[in-house]
């Protein structure tokens, strides 16, 4: 007979295997494992100072400015960014069946090297099982995952979008629907409640009802793949709606010059666009339009990813349609002549804004960093400040380019170009 210890056929060691990742993830925290201490120095990001920031038990304990020597340091340390819609990386999606935690996790990790160390989430209009299957994952994910605090929580996108095309965008007419606030209880439920905003077309019969329901489950509303008039978008901000999904995005290719759903809500003070700023999704002009209307304290930039971001040109296959990755990283549904989703990460976003509308390094990283951060209410990030998670990016810029050099997740190097 063999000793206790020695674990006698495949399962038991797997249980084995288990039992010591589960003691070690007592002793260290939920998210212990990746807690660590250490200290980092370049340029700040928001001013170009020299500085060290230190961090312990992946938390910044200190920021201390530096005297410049001989040596030339050319690279900047910002917060990690945070990209609020992500439909998927890296091969895996939000919204396809047989979602599983290890695929969250292989995008999560996939994101490092980007830059990315949070991101929400992103569920496309989808069948109600992939609802229910897929955030119970994601619950399972960031409740028991050691790096579930890097997603604190999902965006549904669809269903409760316009179904007209243009507005509907690349989403599965079959699968748009009326706001259904039944139906959203059972997805909240799902997800134990770790839905953090939904996005409405506020012109679809129920939609005010819906916005107000929501909104006291504290749970924020977007206005998303809509038509919405004038006097519906104020109806919806009145209620609380604070977000405009990927303003100049998912809406008709024609629009009456007067009466569309771009001028209230660009006039809106309380709505905060987030953009597509691919060099696809959005020309300069609107891009810079946007920004000078609303300001960089008042716009974030998205990546709006979705599975085949990174993968090479040539056609692929999309819950049953065909979409085109082209040679420049464009991806379209040719049937429709609609963008199915952007392929390349934020970063992307954060260095063509830059070079569309001219404003500083520290504007370009805060759309993609502190504005998310305070819309979304995640307290404990998006800012480079004692106290907060250590999540940063140790960056340079080249030709233009944003280049991410070294990422940090909760103290702990997670990427290093
Ligand atoms: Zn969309």
Redesign the pocket.
């Known amino acids: 007979m063999a000793p206790f210890f020695v674990p006698q056929n495949y399962s038991t060691v797997i249980n084995y295997i288990k039992l010591i990742f589960l003691l070690a993830m007592i002793q260290f925290g939920r998210t212990g494992l990746s807690q660590q201490s250490g200290e980092v120095v370049g340029q700040l990001y928001s001013d170009g100072s020299l500085v060290k920031i230190t961090f312990k038990d992946g938390i910044i304990t200190d920021i201390v400015p530096q005297t410049p020597g001989n040596e030339t340091i050319d690279h900047f340390i910002a917060p990690g960014f945070i990209d609020t819609q992500l439909n998927g990386y890296a091969n895996e999606s939000f919204s396809v069946e047989g979602l599983n935690v290890d695929k969250v996790d292989k995008i999560t990790t996939s994101l490092w090297k980007e830059g990315v160390t949070t991101y929400v989430p992103t569920y ?1 209009t989808s069948p109600k099982t992939i609802y229910l299957d897929n955030l119970k994952v994601l619950a399972d994910y960031i409740e028991n995952h050691p790096n579930g605090g890097c997603t604190p929580g999902a965006f549904l ?1 669809g269903p409760y979008i316009s179904p007209i095309d243009g507005f509907r ?1 690349a ?1 599965n007419l079959k699968h748009v629907r009326d706001p259904d606030w039944k139906e959203f209880e059972s997805f909240i439920k799902a997800s134990n409640n770790h839905i953090i905003m939904i996005g409405v077309a506020p012109e679809q019969p129920g939609a005010m009802d819906f916005i107000k329901k929501t909104l006291d489950k504290n749970i924020m509303v977007s206005l ?2 809509h038509n919405g008039s004038m006097e519906q978008v104020k109806e919806a901000v009145g209620l609380g709606a604070t977000v405009s ?2 303003l100049g ?2 809406c008709a290719n024609h629009i009456h010059r007067h009466d569309n759903p771009l001028w209230p809500q660009l006039s809106e003070d309380n709505l905060t666009p987030s953009i597509i700023v691919d060099g696809h999704h959005l020309r300069r002009e609107e891009v810079r339009t946007f920004y000078k209307v609303k300001g960089p304290e008042n716009l974030m930039l998205v990546s ?1 990813a979705v599975f085949l971001s990174g993968m090479p040109p040539g056609e692929y296959e999309w819950a049953g349609k065909k979409v085109v990755m082209t040679a420049e990283g464009k991806l379209r549904m040719p049937d429709q002549d609609v963008l199915a ?1 952007a392929s390349f990460p934020i970063h992307t976003g954060i260095s063509n804004v830059m070079n569309y509308t001219g404003c500083s390094l520290n504007d370009a990283v805060n759309m993609a960093t502190r504005v998310p951060a305070r819309v979304f209410g995640f307290t404990d990030r998006g800012s480079l400040e004692k106290g907060k998670r250590a999540d940063m990016v140790v960056l340079t810029r080249e030709n233009g380019k944003v280049v991410v050099q070294k990422t940090i997740v909760n103290g702990k190097t997670v990427y290093t170009k």
Do not use: F, Q
């Open positions: 496309v996108e965008g989403h998303a793949h999904t990927h995005n998912g709006d989703g």
